[in-house]
């Protein structure tokens, strides 16, 4: 989710609820403690250089039971990042802490933000030297014959 596309649908909702895959949801009394913009400059394992630019929002589970984040309070934050620091519409990357800080991708159900579990990938699978998965099957059902005692 970008974030122009956070800001679209805050304005529609009554509270700010963040779930995980699992099914849990981040406690209500929960603060975002910083929303920023992370620009990434990297090289892959085939020697491309590459840049990365994603919102960061970091999510703290505060011990402070009598707050609960409002939609306007959460875009007021934002509009704020966006003038005072001059970020992106890039897409939203959770830093949410369970039992150790963990990096998720933002999604939206309807009435919930879910926290989309990431994954990593190599980028440069060409250069690298290993083979993809779909080639590996592909080469196998090509060059193994039934009968032929490779399979």
């Not at 990297?42 to 491309?48: A, E, L, M, P, S």
């Not at 919102?55 to 959460?74: C, S, T, V």
Request: charged share 25%; proline share 3%; aromatic share 8%.
């Amino acid at each position: 989710m970008k974030l122009s596309e956070i800001k679209q649908i805050l304005p529609t909702l009554d509270n700010v609820e963040f779930q995980l895959e699992d099914g849990s949801f981040v406690p209500e009394h929960f603060h975002v403690t910083e929303v920023g913009q992370v620009n990434k400059h990297f090289i892959d394992c085939g020697g491309v250089t590459r840049t990365e630019n994603t919102i960061n929002f970091q999510l703290w589970n505060a011990d402070d039971y009598e707050h609960r984040l409002k939609p306007g309070k959460l875009l007021h934050i934002i509009e704020l990042s966006e003038k005072k620091l001059n970020i992106g519409d890039f897409e939203i990357e959770v830093e949410y802490q369970s039992t150790t800080i963990g990096k998720y991708g933002l999604d939206f159900n309807g009435k919930t933000f879910i926290l989309t579990n990431k994954t990593t990938a190599c980028l440069a699978e060409d250069a690298c030297g290993i083979p993809s998965k779909l080639n590996v099957v592909a080469s196998q059902s090509s060059s193994c014959a039934s009968g032929s005692g490779c399979c």
